[in-house]
């Protein structure tokens, strides 16, 4: 089955400054690559997320990069802010439509004022 | 708010007992996925249904089962319970099978089991 790591597992940095957190997955057949922003006690939540045909999406302060003969994928936060702080989670999909998603293990963001 | 509840938001139970977790996924939603959610092992896939049928399982133990209603609610029933099965426990639900899109999640039920 498909594996996803990620990578740092805590990851500080002053606001403003940039933010990136990388991910790894195994299997070749995934093509859906979303990341989640999940605040303490609450649930998971999508900030962006990029399919296999496309090796860039950006949405204003976040971008992700992919790369499939690497079979990495990166988030990038630029001009980062108190609100930024949370846990970050990558996952991995097939995309065929039975298949959960397969997360990585996080990366708490702090973000130091 | 996604639309996905979750019913109950805590359950506190003993060693050996049953309970039973319940989701109603988003409004046109036929997809309801279950994730565990724990310290050790992360957030981790356990099962799938679609318009009432299992699609997919992934780390789902024997003493776990789930359904899938007519009215598209879900629910996931966990028994025998041991003290390593506490933690989070997420529905998930997305519009349709393919293509692949966001999966919407719950507020969770907090399983602690004593």
């Known amino acids: 089955g498909e594996n996803v790591e990620q990578h740092p597992s805590t990851l500080s940095v002053q606001e403003g400054d940039s933010a990136v957190i990388k991910c790894t997955y195994s299997d070749s057949a995934s093509n859906y690559f979303p990341w989640y922003k999940q605040e303490l006690g609450k649930r998971p939540q999508l900030i962006i997320d990029i399919r296999s045909n496309v090796g860039e999406k950006k949405d204003q302060r976040i971008a992700v990069t992919l790369n499939k003969t690497a079979k990495h994928f990166s988030l990038h936060i630029t001009e980062t802010q108190p609100e930024d702080s949370a846990v970050y989670f990558c996952?991995?999909?097939?995309?065929?439509?039975?298949?959960?998603?397969?997360f990585g293990k996080g990366t708490h963001l702090i973000i130091q004022p | 708010d996604s639309g996905v509840t979750q019913t109950p938001k805590h359950l506190i139970t003993a060693t050996g007992q049953r309970v039973t977790l319940r989701c109603s996924p988003r409004?046109?939603?036929?997809?309801v996925y279950w994730y565990q959610q724990s310290l050790d092992q992360g957030l981790q896939f356990l099962i799938q249904y679609y318009n009432g049928e299992e699609r997919a399982k992934g780390n789902i133990l024997e003493r776990f089962s789930a359904q899938q209603f007519p009215d598209l609610h879900s629910e996931l029933n966990l028994s025998s319970l041991e003290l390593g099965d506490s933690a989070l426990y997420f529905c998930?639900?997305?519009?349709?099978?393919?293509?692949?899109?966001?999966?919407?999640f719950g507020p969770g039920t907090r399983l602690t089991v004593l």
């Open positions: 996952a991995a999909s097939s995309g065929g439509g039975a298949d959960g998603l397969t």
């Open positions: 998930a639900s997305s519009v349709a099978l393919v293509p692949v899109d966001e999966q919407f």
């Open positions: 409004s046109g939603d036929l997809s």
